[in-house]
């Protein structure tokens, strides 16, 4: 033990030989110490050729940082750090050793379930990769540190205060187990999210865990076998996404890929549509009858396929030629989309139907009105909460392409347009 400028003990790293006599020698002050740093918790490679250890010494990336250094014929070469994909800008600390591929070490500010967690890093063509970090029940939202592996590498032992006090505990390496290795990324984007929290839910006897995507992405979990998960990624600005998985298909591991949709707040002023719209004429008559009558109003969409930004389009929702009737290939889209709705309470949404340019301006009001009404009917129906689901019509106002008044259009080119999406209004405050 030393002390620094400030009087703050540092500790140092020491070496010690057993003499001929069975007796250990002095120890001997590691060269590349320094009394004014910190130097702690020395792992050896299983070649004894390799010390790892952790120090607060210059060049690092943060506070406590891993660093490595190599013996050889007795002399101590130059202490290398192990870089910032396994470094960060708090503490990295008690580096074990599992063998020349794999290291593992707790830290506080890679993502965590809270205090020091334990992650393991894995070293591909002489590089230390990104952190995996070590699910529940190794990890807990106390300090739990320095994971050590037996010979066989079967179970090892680790220390944790989850109960208040430092002990050890020992763990075993169940091969009744099926790894998971997931990647969860932003839909539209296709990159990796990072600090997302996945909830594993063993859907037979209820217990969970949680683990936290990496800066990749990427996270790993052992699930038992034969048995039923649920996945429930969330993060913070995009919609949570469940997955089903189960472990039954004897394939070992399982690769999955989560996708989330971002959240985007769409104030709505109410100045387009209603949900009470006008009435006149009925759906087949006169001059302002339906999606056949004439009509007068004014087309307020850009009628050039633009999609407003924050509109939630929903995939094959289409409705017939002036009917509000649920068709039949709308309701898997409906039933994914109550699925989003359920998963989201904490959101409002807006559901926004539409019609094609035919018949009047006010009919249209009150067609898409209807349309928007049944679809939110149904969603209910499915579970949602009506306190979270508003309707309404938006008629001809807002056309995907160039099919408005006096253009001639196929029928499919004004199914386009006859459409139901979503938008999120509001989010409630916790």
Not at 137 to 162: E, H, L
Not at 218 to 235: C, N, P, R, T, V
Request: net charge negative; with cysteine.
């Amino acid at each position: 033990m030393a002390g620094n400028d400030q009087r703050v003990s540092t500790t140092q790293l020491y070496t010690s030989k057993m003499g001929a006599d069975g007796k250990w020698e002095k120890p001997t002050l590691v060269p590349f110490c320094d009394s004014k740093f910190m130097f702690a918790h020395p792992a050896f490679s299983p070649d004894g050729k390799t010390l790892y250890f952790a120090s607060d010494m210059p060049g690092g990336f943060g506070e406590m940082d891993i660093w490595e250094a190599q013996l050889a014929d007795n002399s101590w070469g130059t202490p290398k750090n192990l870089g910032g994909d396994v470094n960060s800008k708090g503490n990295e600390v008690f580096p074990t050793v599992k063998d020349e591929y794999n290291i593992f070490f707790s830290s506080d500010a890679h993502e965590s379930l809270g205090g020091l967690d334990i992650l393991q890093s894995t070293r591909k063509n002489g590089v230390w990769e990104n952190p995996v970090h070590i699910s529940y029940p190794i990890n807990t939202s106390t300090d739990d540190f320095g994971m050590v592996w037996n010979a066989d590498g079967k179970g090892g032992y680790f220390t944790s205060d989850r109960y208040g006090t430092d002990k050890i505990y020992s763990f075993a390496f169940d091969d009744t187990r099926v790894t998971l290795n997931g990647l969860v990324t932003g839909k539209d984007s296709m990159l990796p999210l990072g600090g997302v929290r996945v909830t594993i839910k063993n859907l037979t006897d209820g217990t969970e865990q949680m683990v936290i995507t990496d800066g990749d992405g990427k996270f790993s979990a052992e699930l038992i076998k034969g048995k039923d998960y649920q996945m429930i990624a969330d993060l913070e600005g995009y919609f949570k996404q469940t997955e089903g998985i189960n472990t039954r298909t004897g394939e070992n591991p399982i690769n999955k890929v989560i996708e989330m949709s971002e959240v985007y707040i769409t104030e709505n002023n109410g100045e387009k549509g209603g949900e009470n719209g006008g009435n006149k004429g009925g759906e087949n008559g006169g001059n302002n009858g339906g999606e056949n009558g004439n009509n007068n109003g004014e087309n307020k969409g850009d009628g050039k396929g633009k999609k407003y930004f924050g509109i939630y389009d929903i995939s094959d929702i289409h409705w017939d030629y002036n009917k509000w009737d649920i068709r039949q290939d709308a309701l898997p889209y409906l039933d994914n989309l109550a699925k989003v709705f359920r998963e989201n309470p904490e959101l409002k949404f807006e559901l926004r139907s539409h019609t094609d340019c035919r018949g009047s301006f006010e009919y249209n009001d009150d067609l898409s009105s209807k349309r928007a009404k049944a679809a939110v009917e149904y969603l209910v129906k499915k579970g949602v909460p009506r306190s979270i689901i508003v309707s309404k019509g938006y008629g001809e106002r807002e056309l995907l392409n160039e099919c408005s008044d006096g253009v001639f259009c196929n029928e499919e080119l004004h199914e386009e347009n006859r459409r139901t999406e979503f938008i999120v209004t509001c989010k409630k405050k916790p």
